[in-house]
């Protein structure tokens, strides 16, 4: 028993599989297994692409790439020790080549495998990190960690295969993000390729035309002459964008300096990144808005500005500005075939975000369950 303000707390989770009793044990991360960080090995050595004559290779922030070779060949989690996503964790199973960055941990017979893994990930082991340029965390600090696990390993079994579960559930939701995405980028291809076109007598051939031309160009405004706040409410309603490759959504405003049916564009990070905006909205320093003329559809415009390819050269740090996208050119068909377009590629971009969706509550139930089935 561990007592805490007067009160004496059993060494039990929140949540516990039916017909298992007694309290859990509690140990150093030491004492349930072994940990050895893995060997160099050189970037020439390491593919970024798979085939079938490679083997993973790991890293300090998870998988690294693909290499020839291997030093490992079981089931382990992986401990990142090295560089900002330090204390990440990952489950390698099979053979696998781990480098220096990465900490090998061999569970004892007592512990199970995939139950170590899952616990693990819920010690966050990134908040042991130290050093500020370059974080890291130590064998030697990492193996004093306490936690607490169950005695019975039939327990930990029941726990880390009804994980396991929710796993295969995420990655096969995540496998379902990707290949609509792929879909996306085939039909995007296809269609400004012009080798998929929506027939209609009335379309017309497409023009190549330059952006100067396509409606008015705006440079985002300063962010201290808005009053803003992070989050909505009711006098905080307009949207306040910035560079990404999200949405780009910094905050709310109590007043808006575009219309709505605009496109921004990322003049800073992301490059060249566009966001049709179906709101009125502000935008922020180094995002470029532009209001298309009546004949041009907002959401084809995104489409087409993030089918180009921005070139931009500078001696500092690359950013693209109004006069230089300007410069630029894109086929433009007419108003009713961009209408297809847009509605076409939209339809993608909606089942993504359902399927997003998905994946997010996915990830939050596995969030709850890590908190409530670990103490």
């Known amino acids: 028993m561990a007592k805490n303000n007067s009160k004496i707390i059993a060494k039990v989770p929140n949540l516990r ?19 050895q960080a893995g060997k160099f ?36 989690s992986l401990i ?47 908040q042991y990190a130290t050093g500020a340029a370059q974080p ?17 390993k039939l327990e930990q079994n029941k726990i880390s295969s009804f994980l396991s579960l929710l796993d295969e559930r995420i990655q096969t939701q995540s496998k379902i993000i990707e290949e609509l995405k792929l879909l996306k980028r085939t039909v995007k291809e296809k269609i400004f390729s012009r080798r998929l076109r929506f027939q209609d007598d009335e379309f017309s051939e497409w023009k190549n035309m330059q952006l100067s031309n396509i409606g008015k160009f705006y440079a985002g405004g300063d962010l201290t002459k808005l009053e803003y706040k992070k989050e909505k409410s009711e006098k905080y309603i307009y949207p306040v964008y910035a560079n990404g490759s999200g949405s780009g959504l910094y905050g709310y405003a109590t007043s808006f ?29 180094r995002l470029i808005v532009i209001i298309p003329n009546t004949d041009i559809n907002p959401k084809y415009l995104e489409e087409a500005i993030n089918n180009m390819k921005f070139s931009i050269e500078s001696t500092g740090v ?16 007419s108003l009713k075939e961009q209408i297809k377009i847009a509605d076409c590629l939209s339809a993608i971009d909606k089942k993504i975000e359902i399927e997003n969706n998905v994946l997010e509550q996915y990830e939050r139930q596995k969030k709850y369950l890590l908190q409530n089935l670990f103490i």
């Open 41 to 76: 090995i050189s970037a020439s050595e390491i593919d970024e692409k798979f085939n079938d004559y490679l083997l993973p290779c790991y890293g300090g922030n998870g998988l690294r790439g693909y290499t020839k070779t291997y030093n490992y060949d079981g089931k382990y």
């Open 257 to 285: 300096q575009y219309p709505e049916n605009c496109v921004t564009v990322s003049g800073r990070g992301n490059l060249g990144f566009a966001n049709a905006r179906f709101e009125k909205f502000n935008a922020i320093v």
């Open 17 to 35: 599989f039916p017909s298992f009793e007694g309290e859990w044990e509690e140990k150093k991360l030491g004492e349930i297994c072994k940990m």
């Open 318 to 333: 690359p950013q693209l500005t109004v006069p230089q996208i300007s410069k630029y050119s894109c086929l433009i068909p």
């Open 136 to 152: 890291g965390l130590s064998v030697q600090n990492i193996e004093k960690v306490k936690t607490t696990i169950p005695t019975s």
């Open 80 to 126: 990142g020790r090295q560089g900002a996503l330090c204390g990440n964790i990952n489950l390698a199973n099979g053979k696998f080549y781990a480098t220096e960055h990465a900490v090998v941990v061999t569970s004892s017979n007592d512990v199970d495998v995939d139950m170590m893994y899952y616990l693990l990930s819920y010690l966050n082991l990134n």
